[in-house]
């Protein structure tokens, strides 16, 4: 009985309330006058429940207009992957469930997509990669099983490199921060010596332009804005860069901060020191760029050139083209500009951060 009688209470004052709300315009109209003014007042009141509407009509549409803007800034593949998860969410779930570790990986590359949606862009990439080299292997006239085990090799690769692709992520921007470093150190200490707080100078850093370390300081703002404490943000910031030089920076702020001693004078010292190893570091680098360069012009315009001479050679001592003409034209144009292509990106590698 209690139960009928709490839902019957719950029913009347349901009643009661949309009486009220139904009644609330009907208020409004003017009593003890002219039928005239009474006619007024509810055109008038006509009027706003109009323009109400009209401005919720607009602001759903204006909504709806940042909506799409937000969906088409997103890159193509992204949204591909966001489409692909939304209809085969089950198997890329458990798929993702296999790969150990990949959402620290995004963690500390910031990439801001979730494991899923990172996995299911994965098979979108492998899948694209796989028709890419198919394509290629049938135009080059090969046989369509040569074709279709080149796009097996383009999708495996594929595959792998989107596994890769947060740790590569993470480690350039880890040499980022250590290249831009000494800049962000000279930074703070110049508004510690101008009396300025820890905290305040972290902000300044946040805002100026110093590529990734103002994005991972702006981080660790947020995380003090939202109850973190200084030694846990540095802590949190030293565990995700895992780089000597930051984290020797963070030890000797913590040490300065909690034992006492002028910190600026140490971020000073510290930027000298970073900005001299990155010094030695280049002059290193530009010695075994003179060593390489030499092997990349073999490569890139001796080796080539030695090619065409020995197939030419070779024909006409045979009489006849020793090699297709699609092979010879497969091997110029995509085999030595990847030779070249290997040459630039390990000299890149190389070249100090």
Do not use: C
């Not at 005239?36 to 706003?48: G, T, V």
């Not at 607009?58 to 803007?69: D, L, Q």
């Not at 979108?124 to 394509?135: D, E, H, R, T, W």
């Amino acid at each position: 009985m209690g139960a009928v009688e709490a839902f019957l209470n719950f029913l009347e004052r349901l009643g009661g309330k949309t009486v009220e709300i139904a009644e609330r315009p009907l208020s409004r109209i003017p009593s003890g006058r002219s039928i005239q003014d009474r006619l007024k007042a509810l055109k008038q009141i006509q009027m706003e429940v109009e323009k109400e509407k009209a401005e919720e009509t607009e602001k759903e549409i204006a909504e709806i207009i940042e909506w799409r803007k937000q969906e088409l800034q997103k890159p193509f593949f992204e949204r591909l992957a966001e489409g692909m998860l939304k209809h085969f969410r089950g198997p890329i779930r458990a798929l993702s469930n296999s790969f150990k570790g990949l959402e620290y990986d995004l963690y500390r590359a910031n990439i801001k997509m979730s494991k899923d949606t990172y996995v299911a862009l994965t098979l979108v990439v492998s899948v694209f990669l796989f028709i890419f080299a198919f394509a290629v292997g049938v135009l080059a006239y090969f046989s369509y099983d040569v074709s279709f085990l080149f796009g097996l090799l383009g999708m495996i690769f594929g595959f792998l490199y989107m596994r890769a692709y947060p740790k590569l992520v993470w480690k350039n921007r880890v040499a980022e921060v250590e290249k831009a470093l000494p800049y962000a150190l000279r930074h703070m200490a110049s508004l510690l010596s101008a009396g300025v707080g820890i905290t305040e100078a972290m902000v300044s850093v946040a805002s100026a332009n110093y590529g990734v370390i103002s994005e991972e300081f702006d981080l660790m703002i947020r995380d003090m804005r939202t109850g973190a404490s200084l030694e846990d943000a540095l802590t949190k910031f030293e565990e995700k860069m895992n780089s000597e030089s930051v984290s020797r920076t963070v030890k000797q702020i913590l040490r300065a901060i909690k034992f006492g001693g002028n910190l600026a004078d140490i971020l000073y010292k510290l930027a000298e020191d970073f900005a001299f190893e990155y010094r030695m570091k280049l002059v290193e680098y530009v010695q075994k760029i003179n060593g390489i360069s030499f092997v990349y012009m073999f490569l890139t315009i001796v080796m080539p050139t030695m090619f065409v001479v020995g197939i030419l050679a070779g024909s006409i001592m045979a009489k006849t083209l020793i090699m297709p003409v699609e092979s010879l034209a497969i091997i110029l144009l995509f085999a030595f500009p990847a030779l070249s292509l290997i040459m630039i990106v390990m000299i890149k590698r190389g070249e100090p951060r």
